[in-house]
């Protein structure tokens, strides 16, 4: 779709309907909607309560719905239940139990599909294999892992013996193991020799082994699943092949009945300080909504083939490829690798073979799909997607258009879904077959989610004024707390409004209550819809012996959405040309690949207020090619200008910095 085009639907029409044939056969039409949302209104305790009543199995049900005293929840009282159960048990006595749970796909081609009843199977016997090496209910086990089917089927092995698992993203560095493992107190370590992404292996086990070298006491067992094949050290009292201990194990495990409010998982995400923060999530009520909003917001049918496109180390993964669909009884398609190995046609190869009905992924992907060009995807019948999705980061206009009509060919709803790590589930989404979307909005807020823009002092704000996002009453989902650190939860997400979340995203709305996501307002960089902290990129750079002082900030990207550049002033008055390389490679080691600077610009000093407080703001104004706001409170402002200067020789053809 060219340009001219795209421009010019907008112009016409900013506003799509649900199509008629798709709203006719929807979970949720307009009536069903409205019913909700007056549900709720009357009475929210009454609507959570129904729901959680007729959506869960319960093996002692709850007394009370909410215990709220501010800012800490508990949802559904009194009740237990095991989220294993719920995504696995639960179906065997259904004629589910035949029927594809997880098909999943390596990266060089090599395929396995999982019914209900072997996944269940081979949970069990991991669940198993987990209490033979001592794990226990409260035990942390930390999950390092490629995308393969053993990192769904730890997750809820886990989850059956109620051990809270922490997932860590497969493309993070040792240092970035070592400290969430540490500040978990994990006792396992799960892993694999290595993963396939653009034909290269990533090792990963050679990543825990670091680690561990440098720390993490606390963890006495490593399980490795067999996956490149690649050569890795090995411990004989600590380390364990995975086919070893699940090889002869029962496929018999009776799940435990547990509270609530037991964790079911911790999960880091950066945060304005260095220290990534571990969000806590528990057991009944992420159950609830992201079973109820995988079939509100993905309207999963029974034969459907739902593809969401993330990996398992965000929450986009936790939630929406294994809680969610599996608890709805739905197909959830994994792939290992990249978009583009070995061709910019894999995705579409993937969706035309599979057969592929509902597609899920970030704008970044999007973005990169148009620029690659529509050739890659003519080559392919894309014609069984009925329903598209995009998540991690605000899209802009032109990629939503191309989108529905490139990849959705005019007919599929677009689901654009806002929420977080820390809210557990959609928040903000269109129902496709009853709201009417508009390009870049993700609409209204879902049933039972009173989400609102606001000013300073928490008063809303009228149509077409920005403001900070917020929710204004606790939901099922919502993190409890900051693992190890609740002064931490509370000056985070309730120092600013009192009783009332805030989300740390600015927003607006529309005359029509649609509701627009404008992007972080924290020092936090949302990098391809992964959220960065800038401190944490800023310490990694202060390590390296050559630097002196660092700021990051972020700078618009046409593919990733934002980029992260980093100001550096160094010891040496005249750094080696290398450097900037060095130091783009140091960030990798010590966060790992997501966090690589795109730029390195070197500066004698930084703008500073006259208190000493780095000015980014004049910063990011200068990485954008922005004009710089106000300067009045620079202690010295020829540093300013020296900055303007060495970007505008860039602009004018000079060559780019490291």
Same mark, same amino acid.
């Given at each position: 779709?060219?340009?001219?085009?795209?421009?010019?639907?907008?112009?016409?029409?900013?506003?799509?309907?649900?199509?008629?044939?798709?709203?006719?056969?929807?979970?949720?039409?307009?009536?069903?909607?409205?019913?909700?949302?007056?549900?709720?209104?009357?009475?929210?305790?009454?609507?959570?309560?129904? *729901?959680? &009543?007729?959506?869960?199995?319960?093996?002692?049900?709850?007394?009370?719905?909410?215990?709220?005293?501010?800012?800490?929840?508990?949802?559904?009282?009194?009740?237990?239940?095991?989220?294993?159960?719920?995504?696995?048990?639960?179906?065997?006595?259904?004629?589910?139990?035949?029927?594809?749970?997880?098909?999943?796909?390596?990266?060089?081609?090599?395929?396995?599909? *999982?019914?209900?009843?072997?996944?269940?199977?081979?949970?069990?016997?991991?669940?198993?294999?987990?209490?033979?090496? =001592?794990?226990?209910?409260?035990? &942390?086990?930390?999950?390092?892992?490629?995308?393969?089917?053993?990192?769904?089927?730890?997750?809820?092995?886990?989850?059956?013996?109620?051990?809270?698992?922490?997932?860590?993203?497969?493309?993070?560095?040792?240092?970035?193991?070592?400290?969430?493992?540490?500040?978990?107190?994990? @006792?396992?370590?799960?892993?694999?020799?290595?993963?396939?992404?653009? =034909?290269?292996?990533?090792?990963?086990?050679?990543?825990?082994?670091?680690?561990?070298?440098?720390?993490?006491?606390?963890?006495?067992?490593?399980?490795?699943?067999?996956?490149?094949?690649?050569?890795?050290?090995?411990?004989?009292?600590?380390?364990?092949?995975? #086919?070893?201990?699940?090889?002869?194990?029962?496929?018999?495990?009776?799940? @435990?009945?547990? #509270?609530?409010?037991?964790?079911?998982?911790?999960?880091?995400?950066?945060?304005?300080?260095? @220290?990534?923060?571990?969000?806590?999530?528990?057991?009944?009520?992420?159950?609830?909504?992201?079973?109820?909003?995988?079939?509100?917001?993905?309207?999963?049918?029974?034969?459907?083939?739902?593809?969401?496109?993330?990996?398992?180390?965000?929450?986009?993964?936790?939630?929406?490829?294994?809680?969610?669909?599996?608890?709805?009884?739905?197909?959830?398609?994994?792939?290992?690798?990249?978009?583009?190995? $070995?061709?910019?046609?894999?995705?579409?190869?993937?969706?035309?073979?599979?057969?592929?009905?509902?597609?899920?992924?970030?704008?970044?992907?999007?973005?990169?799909?148009?620029?690659?060009?529509?050739?890659?995807?003519?080559?392919?019948?894309?014609?069984?997607?009925?329903?598209?999705?995009?998540?991690?980061?605000?899209?802009?206009?032109?990629?939503?258009?191309?989108? &529905?009509?490139?990849? =959705?060919?005019?007919?599929?709803?677009?689901?654009?879904?806002?929420?977080?790590?820390?809210?557990?589930?959609?928040?903000?989404?269109?129902?496709?077959?009853?709201?009417?979307?508009? $390009?870049? %909005?993700?609409?209204? +807020?879902?049933?039972?989610?009173?989400?609102?823009?606001?000013?300073?002092?928490?008063?809303?704000?009228?149509?077409?004024?920005?403001?900070? *996002?917020?929710?204004? &009453?606790?939901?099922?989902?919502?993190?409890?707390?900051?693992?190890?650190?609740?002064?931490?939860?509370?000056?985070?997400?309730?120092?600013?409004?009192?009783?009332?979340?805030?989300?740390?995203?600015?927003?607006?709305?529309?005359?029509?209550?649609?509701?627009?996501?404008?992007?972080?307002?924290?020092?936090?960089?949302?990098?391809?819809?992964?959220?960065?902290?800038?401190?944490?990129?800023?310490?990694?750079?202060? %390590?390296?012996?050559?630097?002196?002082?660092?700021?990051?900030?972020?700078?618009?990207?046409?593919?990733?959405?934002?980029?992260?550049?980093?100001?550096?002033?160094?010891?040496?008055?005249?750094?080696?040309? %290398?450097?900037?390389?060095?130091?783009?490679?140091?960030?990798?080691?010590?966060?790992?690949?997501?966090?690589?600077?795109?730029?390195?610009?070197?500066?004698?000093?930084?703008?500073?207020?006259?208190?000493? @407080?780095?000015?980014?703001?004049?910063?990011?104004?200068?990485?954008?090619?922005?004009?710089?706001?106000?300067?009045?409170?620079?202690?010295?402002?020829?540093?300013?200008?020296?900055?303007?200067?060495?970007?505008?020789?860039?602009?004018?053809?000079?060559?780019? +910095?490291?």
């Amino acid at each position: 779709m060219n340009e001219d085009k795209i421009e010019s639907i907008l112009q016409e029409e900013r506003k799509f309907e649900p199509p008629a044939d798709f709203a006719a056969q929807a979970n949720v039409d307009a009536d069903k909607l409205q019913e909700l949302r007056d549900k709720y209104e009357q009475d929210p305790d009454a609507f959570w309560g129904d *729901l959680a &009543r007729e959506e869960l199995v319960w093996d002692e049900e709850f007394d009370t719905v909410l215990e709220w005293e501010p800012p800490f929840a508990k949802w559904f009282t009194g009740g237990k239940l095991n989220v294993s159960a719920q995504c696995l048990d639960r179906h065997l006595d259904t004629w589910r139990r035949n029927k594809a749970a997880i098909i999943w796909e390596g990266e060089p081609g090599d395929q396995v599909t *999982l019914t209900y009843q072997q996944l269940h199977a081979e949970v069990c016997r991991f669940a198993n294999a987990l209490e033979g090496l =001592g794990v226990e209910a409260g035990d &942390r086990v930390a999950l390092y892992m490629p995308m393969v089917p053993e990192l769904a089927i730890a997750v809820l092995a886990c989850a059956r013996i109620g051990a809270p698992h922490s997932v860590i993203f497969g493309g993070f560095s040792a240092q970035a193991i070592r400290e969430r493992v540490e500040d978990a107190d994990c @006792k396992v370590i799960i892993t694999a020799d290595g993963g396939w992404r653009r =034909g290269e292996v990533i090792r990963l086990k050679d990543a825990v082994d670091e680690a561990l070298e440098k720390g993490c006491d606390s963890v006495e067992d490593v399980v490795v699943v067999r996956r490149t094949e690649n050569k890795v050290d090995w411990n004989n009292e600590r380390d364990h092949w995975w #086919d070893d201990l699940v090889g002869g194990q029962s496929t018999h495990h009776e799940p @435990k009945s547990f #509270d609530s409010e037991h964790p079911l998982f911790i999960l880091y995400t950066s945060g304005t300080t260095g @220290k990534p923060k571990g969000v806590v999530h528990t057991s009944a009520g992420y159950a609830l909504w992201t079973k109820l909003t995988s079939r509100w917001v993905f309207d999963l049918k029974d034969d459907d083939v739902y593809w969401c496109t993330a990996d398992i180390g965000w929450i986009t993964g936790h939630s929406y490829i294994v809680y969610g669909p599996l608890q709805e009884g739905a197909t959830s398609l994994m792939y290992e690798g990249a978009p583009n190995y $070995p061709k910019p046609d894999r995705f579409w190869d993937i969706v035309e073979r599979h057969g592929v009905n509902t597609f899920y992924t970030a704008p970044t992907a999007i973005r990169a799909f148009m620029k690659w060009g529509e050739e890659h995807v003519d080559k392919h019948d894309l014609s069984t997607l009925r329903l598209l999705g995009t998540v991690g980061e605000p899209i802009n206009p032109e990629a939503w258009m191309w989108y &529905r009509d490139k990849i =959705g060919n005019n007919e599929c709803p677009i689901v654009d879904t806002w929420w977080q790590t820390e809210t557990g589930g959609h928040m903000i989404s269109p129902m496709p077959g009853a709201t009417t979307t508009v $390009p870049g %909005s993700a609409t209204h +807020p879902l049933p039972g989610i009173e989400a609102d823009v606001v000013d300073k002092d928490g008063n809303s704000v009228g149509a077409n004024e920005g403001g900070f *996002l917020v929710i204004k &009453r606790p939901w099922p989902s919502m993190l409890r707390t900051v693992y190890g650190n609740p002064e931490r939860y509370k000056q985070g997400y309730f120092g600013r409004f009192g009783d009332i979340y805030f989300a740390g995203d600015g927003a607006r709305k529309d005359e029509d209550g649609n509701i627009w996501i404008m992007g972080r307002i924290d020092d936090v960089i949302n990098v391809s819809g992964h959220r960065l902290g800038t401190m944490e990129i800023e310490s990694a750079l202060v %390590s390296h012996p050559a630097v002196a002082e660092a700021a990051v900030v972020a700078r618009p990207d046409e593919i990733k959405g934002q980029a992260v550049v980093a100001f550096v002033t160094t010891e040496d008055d005249e750094p080696p040309r %290398s450097l900037g390389d060095d130091l783009k490679q140091h960030v990798v080691d010590e966060i790992g690949v997501i966090a690589r600077p795109a730029e390195i610009r070197f500066t004698p000093a930084l703008p500073k207020t006259r208190s000493g @407080k780095i000015m980014r703001r004049l910063l990011a104004d200068i990485a954008a090619g922005r004009e710089t706001g106000d300067t009045t409170t620079l202690e010295d402002a020829s540093v300013l200008e020296k900055l303007k200067g060495e970007a505008k020789g860039q602009a004018d053809g000079e060559p780019e +910095p490291a």
